[in-house]
């Protein structure tokens, strides 16, 4: 199935965000080749909550938002996970959020 083999795509750049660091759903979509399917990263990014190897915590919106953050355990998980990495966030916001962005290699 054409989706699943995106969400492993996706899963495969997911692993490879340095621990400290954090991208976007539109940065991987474009690092795919699929530009105008960051909606369906976030899909992917749904989809891999019982895959431990996934730091699906580290994937954010364009703008440094935790919009992701309803789809982890308890109601600051997501936050937790960035701050225990050294990145502050306030209001659901990544402080300083160019200086963490990690801009993923586009595939060949």
């Known amino acids: 199935m054409a989706e699943e083999n995106f969400f492993e795509r996706v899963y495969v750049i997911v692993r490879q965000i340095p621990f400290g660091k954090v991208t976007s759903y539109g940065a991987i979509a474009k690092a795919l080749g699929a530009a105008r ?24 919106n364009q703008k440094g938002l935790l919009t992701g953050k309803h789809h ?32 993923p290699e586009v595939e060949s």
Not at 79 to 91: C, R
């Open 72 to 103: 982890f355990d308890g109601t600051n998980l997501m936050q937790q996970l960035l701050e225990n990495e050294g990145i502050k966030v306030v209001n659901n916001q990544i402080v300083d959020f160019e200086k963490h962005f990690w801009k």
């Open 37 to 60: 399917s960051a909606r369906m990263v976030g899909w992917a990014m749904n989809a891999c909550h019982n895959m431990d190897d996934v730091p699906a915590h580290r994937v954010v």
